[in-house]
């Protein structure tokens, strides 16, 4: 503790000078800005942005300055908030002419060059191009091909995890699932020991994606931080192996196989194994966090509404003989499965809003956004809208059948020209796992009220844990 304090205080100083010299400029901008506070110099709202209930931080603004734009202060940074349907239209309409993609800090430190400007000078054209290319083994083309393999992998984890206990951590059991399969499918890993390290290294990590950026011993950002280099550490030794089997000759057919084998067409110029490992980390966190906490959630409300998890089950285990593995055409029946999964999503989103940079000087509802200040849209404005949806603390699948939703109301993967590009892998290792898991399992949940993180992340913060009963039971 002593160390923490020093350190704190060696420190200290420094960064809020450092902070203070930067953001002059932004903060001392005479014009027509949106109403709101800035708060604390420098901290300004930071700690109840990343602490309080979100839909709270957003409403109460929302009620004390605009529905539809205010200013706040957040991670450092002067922020314009959009709320509601046109500010998500705006947002995504514009995404390519008046914004630039930005990260908080604490996930740039994190991440490195995964996250700088797409228009920065330290990111080689044929870095770039290389990420543009390997996003072809998220397409439904590929997809196809891996549904086979998911089915098994999906019911090995089930087996190993599920099958035989009283009670499981679904959250931790859902990130370990997740890692399998994208490290699978992606790096081509196969070692469930090295998998599961990096596990727990992630969750870590996650942890520390939207904090203060203060990386000093005791800080959320510096345990972090630490795991993040331990991650790194073993994503390096893989790669290695991974290049020398290629020297041998072993063909493979994933996303790190094309970083590493292919370089660049016109300068010849491989990707050294450094920026390798910072992109494939950043990628790996994109499918870590998201879909872990969907599947979670999944669970837990299926658990609470046993009627809705006998409709999911009916959907296709009776067109499937036992033991025989599902295929793309089955997925592709699975409407009402899905329609589960964006009601979830809808009521428990895993990113409760996005951050961008105003590239330019932008006029929005009679308001300016400076150019440099950073736009943050948020999804609680609009999922949990009465005027977008009827009864919208309602569980209720069947609304998707009924109506089909406004567009930009409920956009758990993004929207516009930024869309995530892992969304159609999203759904489909979802439905595979929700599938084999209302087949085989009845389940309570044993604290329906866990308690939820605040921020941006609904991370369940003491896990989320189901009595199990097998259904051969």
């Known amino acids: 503790m002593d160390h923490f304090l020093l350190s704190l205080f060696l420190t200290l100083p420094f960064f809020f000078l450092a902070l203070i010299f930067y953001k002059s400029r932004l903060y001392n901008i005479k014009t027509n800005l949106p109403p709101g506070s800035l708060g604390w110099p420098i901290i300004g709202e930071t700690f109840a942005f990343i ?32 709320c509601g349907l046109e500010g998500h239209k705006f947002v995504a309409a514009n ?22 400007k797409a228009s920065s000078a330290a990111i080689p054209r044929q870095t770039e191009k290389q990420i543009q290319r390997a996003s072809g083994f998220l397409q439904v083309d590929a997809l196809v091909h891996y549904v086979k393999t998911m089915d098994t992998l999906v019911q090995d984890h089930i087996n190993s995890h599920w099958v035989g206990k009283k009670q499981v951590d679904v959250y931790h059991l859902s990130q370990l699932l997740v890692l399998t399969l994208a490290t699978r499918f992606f790096w081509g890993l196969e070692d469930q020991v090295r998998v599961e390290k990096l596990c727990k290294l992630m969750d870590i ?18 345990r972090a931080m630490k795991a993040a ?26 996303i790190l196989y094309y970083m590493i084998a292919n370089p660049d067409a016109t300068t ?35 658990g609470e509404r046993s009627e809705i998890c006998e409709s999911a089950l009916l959907e296709i285990a009776r067109s499937k003989k036992s033991g025989e593995p599902l295929n793309w055409e089955d997925i592709q029946k699975m409407k009402y499965s ?16 996005t951050f961008r940079e105003a590239a ?30 009827a009864e919208p603390e309602e569980f209720d699948p069947t609304r998707y059948e009924k109506q089909t939703p406004p567009p930009y109301t409920n956009i758990p993967f993004g929207s516009g020209p930024r869309i995530c590009p892992g ?28 308690k939820i993180m605040g921020g941006l992340n609904p991370l369940p913060i003491n896990g989320l844990h189901v009595r199990l009963q097998s259904c051969s039971e």
């Open 205 to 222: 990590m996650m942890l520390g994606l939207h904090v203060i950026p203060l990386n000093v011993p005791g800080t959320i950002l510096n």
């Open 229 to 254: 280099g331990s991650a790194r550490k073993e994503i390096m030794e893989f790669i290695k192996e991974k290049r020398e089997a290629i020297s041998n000759g072993v063909r493979m057919n994933d």
């Open 51 to 82: 602490n309080q209930d979100h839909e709270k931080f957003i409403g109460d603004r929302m009620k004390k300055y605009s529905s539809k734009i205010f200013k706040t202060n957040v991670l450092g940074e002067p922020t314009v908030v959009l």
């Open 268 to 302: 010849g110029r491989f990707m050294p194994d450094n920026e390798i490992a910072d992109k494939v980390m950043g990628l790996a966190s994109g499918g870590f966090n998201s879909p872990a906490m969907t599947t979670a959630f999944i669970v837990k409300y299926l």
């Open 95 to 116: 995404e390519l002419k008046l914004f630039n993609v930005w990260r908080p800090l604490s996930m740039q430190k994190l991440f490195r060059s995964s996250y700088q």
């Open 423 to 450: 969304k159609d892998y999203a759904r489909l290792q979802i439905l595979v796992f929700m599938h084999h898991v209302v087949k085989r399992f009845k389940w309570e949940v044993t604290d329906p009220n866990c």
């Open 338 to 353: 899905w329609n589960v999964a964006l009601e979830v999503l809808r009521l428990m989103p895993p990113l409760q809003g």
């Open 360 to 389: 330019t000087d932008i006029v929005y509802e009679g308001y300016t956004i400076p150019k440099g200040w950073k736009v943050y849209w948020t999804v609680s404005t609009t999922n949990k809208d009465p005027k977008c949806y």
